[in-house]
Nanobody
Framework: QVQLVESGGGLVQAGGSLRLSCAASGRGFSSYAMGWFRQAAGKEREFVGGIGGSGRSTLYADSAKGRFTISRDNNKNTVYLQMNSLKPEDTAIYYC???????????????WGQGTQVTVSS
């Protein structure tokens, strides 16, 4: 079973950029669609974007379109979330997750990382 570890979070000023990484261990990484989710204080976990197993298909929440880019390197067993033009409302714990297909629902993902904090200052 694949295990996931996020990294790359931190504090950044509004308008800045940050790249998150999600490193997978175990077999079968390329078989998983990978999603990025975030959870702000006092709010439900929400879908940010996802990428299919091959990396050829992507899906983004409206809040991420045009600013965030998801990519993956199956040779490195890693998925990335490049975040540009960050806003204070992007502040949240960001999680990566794996599932059988590229979907936006939290419940459809079966493997989760521990999360990494992203804080965007005004």
């Amino acid at each position: 079973q694949v295990q996931l570890v996020e990294s790359g979070g931190g504090l950044v000023q509004a308008g800045g950029s940050l790249r998150l990484s999600c490193a997978a261990s175990g077999r079968g990484f390329s078989s998983y669609a990978m999603g990025w989710f975030r959870q702000a204080a006092g709010k439900e976990r929400e879908f940010v974007g996802g990428i299919g197993g091959s990396g050829r298909s992507t899906l983004y929440a409206d809040s991420a379109k045009g600013r965030f880019t998801i990519s993956r390197d199956n040779n490195k067993n890693t998925v990335y979330l490049q975040m540009n033009s960050l806003k204070p409302e992007d502040t949240a714990i960001y999680y990566c997750a794996g599932g059988p297909s590229l979907r936006s629902r939290t419940s459809e993902y079966i493997i989760w990382g521990q999360g990494t904090q992203v804080t965007v200052s005004s």
